[in-house]
């Protein structure tokens, strides 16, 4: 229960913070930390258009797209406290349920018979294939190092003890930092800010959204960030009693939107066909965490 | 044994009444005679499936011997997806088959072969004696092959019908080779002489045995490098054969592998190794190649190679998880291959089906052809739509769980100590994950192009909704898909028989109270319906908000242009574009390019035709070969009848002669001798 109301909580700053670093980072003042919020409450009370060319499948995808993030968010654990939700292979229903939110979305984006759309459902599609080989092995390395197949058994006994584990964590942060950004369409995969549809991932999926349904959807957005960064914490936090895991969360997640701000404030977008190749590259560093693993566990004689 | 006999006499009476019915009671007669083949055969199955397995001998004759039929759980497994896919399809092809009623002659054929294809394969399940088992199986192939074939007027149609019965042959071909090989050592047909045999000669003889009978069963099941009879005859045969071959022919070579795992005794380490090797290229191969399909049957069936792949990795851990005695590992593998054969059966079918009905409205099966059926034909799409999110594997549908038991095998086999299996398992790990992901590329552009938007060509003006009673057994299916994801306990229940006969224990290992892994499979039910639950929520909230503001519909934004066409959309072959740009090296893509150019723009053309580069490297190049070779002798066949008869007389001469040439070379041998 305790994961849910921490990443709730920072899920309602996160993006509010980038948006600040990035202000300041360009010498502006910025609007409020809590601004993506009130966008999201002015949306929910806005009313809605549908394109004609759309169906059923585009008005019932934002719900889904939106309950499927709810519900990844139920099996995050935090530290010792367990997620609502929790079982062996957990983490599988994890990611294959987050993989029903995608599914909606990429043909919620088809449903509207606009190419930029359909470009964009294109990308998503295949970005987030390629960023499936590594979670699963990250989780399987992880298995491997703690001998448990869930969430909050992998997490409560995973301790970090020698200078190669130290390593480890660092390269686990880095993955599971990159498929956020992937997830959540960031720099360096994707641009939400560009003002060209032809370049963007994400953002031109949800053009023809309106209203309700693109807060729930900006919502799940915010949701989503805030749930990879409290995987983030997970990997440190196992054994620190709850009144130094908590702050060190707000910590971790204040950290994390803030090198995003500045990330995004002095790097430039990948070009579009360099992209596979970065995600490629992400299996390669989670096959280097297996084998870091192999390293500790003494599997090479 | 009297309802073995009434089953057998079922076809036979078919035979004898269908040709004198009128053209609708064909389909009936032909529908209810299977029903009833279905009803005595599962009954069989379900009482095999309870434990009591069945067993009764044939006395056969002088050449078969006693012909031992024996129903256990694994029989009983595959008796009922048979009977459940062969039912549904075939009321979905009464009504499939009304476009083709003046070809009364055709459809006579059609049914017959129909009743004895489900009698063949249904033996196929049964038999244990090898000689008999080998007629059931060319039935088998004979009757499948007259299935496809029904638009023989159509050449493609007849050509990919002669390719599955030359690919069919080859696959008896291994299967004689087997059956002689240990018929000649013990004079027996029964397969428990092959047992005996195995469990008694050199392990690396019995791993080649079994090499043997593999190579036969994958070719029917379609594993890679056998695959290549499958993309042409499942887009060619009407779509309820389409989707019972897909459903069940193909599972029969799984059949087989599982039979042979039970019958032959060998190292069943490296068989595992063998076949979770052959499965994982099997699946990546045929999900990369279904994304670049533009045919939508075609499409499928290069799907039906990806998840022969899923099967096939759940058998390989199987098989692993026995050599090594792994207890665990052996049932979460063998568990999820026989699900997911189950899972596959259904969802294909339900596709299949579903691209009939598709291929009824708009007589296409061009994907770059349709779009925005889900106006026209909301309920085919949505069902559709359950088959493609369960055969990604995505909850809250049947796909998930069987993969969820293959992760939880996979994730279970990392406790293993040493370290090729700790790399097998990872890498199998990512190999199904890449094959998840894959599947999801293929099935969003599959069902965005055919149903979303608008369409990108003229579609006939009758293009509309099929009929009640022929979506009827496509809602059956879904129901079951649907089942299996919400209570997936009550058919892993169903499979504790079927596993204890490969694990070796009582059946009780399936209770989640003794073998922890198990504990996995309940929680997925509850998740599931807290997800749904989720769903409903979050849509009754919006219906709330929704009432009190304005809806208003408008047209799509289209960046600033107002007047788009749906020439504008996006396309299947542009939306994998970049995709089949980064898997060029694996795929063997056709292209035909005229450019624009000039002041006044001519006409331009972009056409792709993909191709399967192992079918290129095995099938057509020896064939070329072969050909080339061939070709050295036309001279012979030069068409004057003269010839003919003097080959004729030159043959006979030879073959009177030869005895008298050889008795001279005998007698002059001796002479040497005398010398």
Redesign the interface.
Known sequence: MLSVILIVLAAIFFTGIIIRTKSLASGRKGPGILQPIWDVIRL??????????????FQ?AP??Y???V??AM??VPFGQSRGV?S????F??F???L??G??FS??AA??????????G???E??Y??????A???LM??L??LS?H?SFHEIFAALHIGSQISYALAALATFVLLMIAMIESSRMPIDDPKTHL?LTMIHEVMI??NS???LG?IFTAGYLKFAIYGALIVNLFIGVIPFQYAIPSFFAIQFLMAVSIGLIESFMARFR??HN?QFIVAL?SVS?LI?FGV?LILQ??M | MNLAIAFLLVPLAGTLLIPFLKVNGKGIAAFSLLFVNALISGYLAVQSLQGDAISFNFPGSYVTGTIPIRIDALSGWFMLIINLVFVTGGFYGLFYMKAYKWQANNLTLHSISLLFQHAAIVSVCVIQNSLVFLIAWEMLALASFLLIIFEHEHIATLKAGINYLIQAHFSIIFLMIGFIWVSSKTGSYDFAAITAYSASIPATASFMLFILFFIAFAIKAGFVPFHTWLPYAHPAAPSHVSGMMSGVIIKIGIFGIFRMLLVVKTDFTSVGYLILIVSLISGLYGVMLAIIQHNLKKLLAYHSIENIGIIGIGIGIGCIGIGTGNQVLSTLGFAGALLHTLNHSLFKSLLFYAAGNIYQATHTMDVEKLGGLIKKMPQTAALFLIAAIAICGIPPFNGFVSEFIMYTGLYNWLSDASLLPLLAAIFSTAGLALIGGLAMLCFTKAFGVVFLGSARSELPHSCKEVPFLQLLPMYLLAVVIVLIGLFPMNFINLLSQPVSLFTGSVSLDLNPAQVNAFNAIQPISLASWILILLILSVFIIRRLVMRRHKISTGPTWGCGYVAPTPKIQYTAGSFVRTYSKLFAPFLLIGKHEEEIHGVFPSEGKYHTHPYDEIEKLLIDSPLKLNKSFMGRFLFLNNGKLQFYILYGVLFILAVISLPVISRSIYSFIEFLKQL
């Open positions: 929910f009370r806005k009313g809605v258009v549908y394109s004609e060319t759309t169906s059923f499948v019932i719900t889904i939106f309950a499927t709810i519900m139920l099996v939700l079982f062996n292979g957990d599988i229903f990611a294959y349920v993989a029903l995608k599914f990429i043909i088809m449903d509207t018979g606009s190419s930029f759309e359909g470009m459902a294109s990308r599609a295949l987030s294939m390629f960023a499936e080989p979670f699963f092995i399987g390395s298995a491997l001998g197949t549809e053009l023809d209203g309700f349904d729930l579009m066909s596979p299996t096959l297996f192999l599997k090479f």
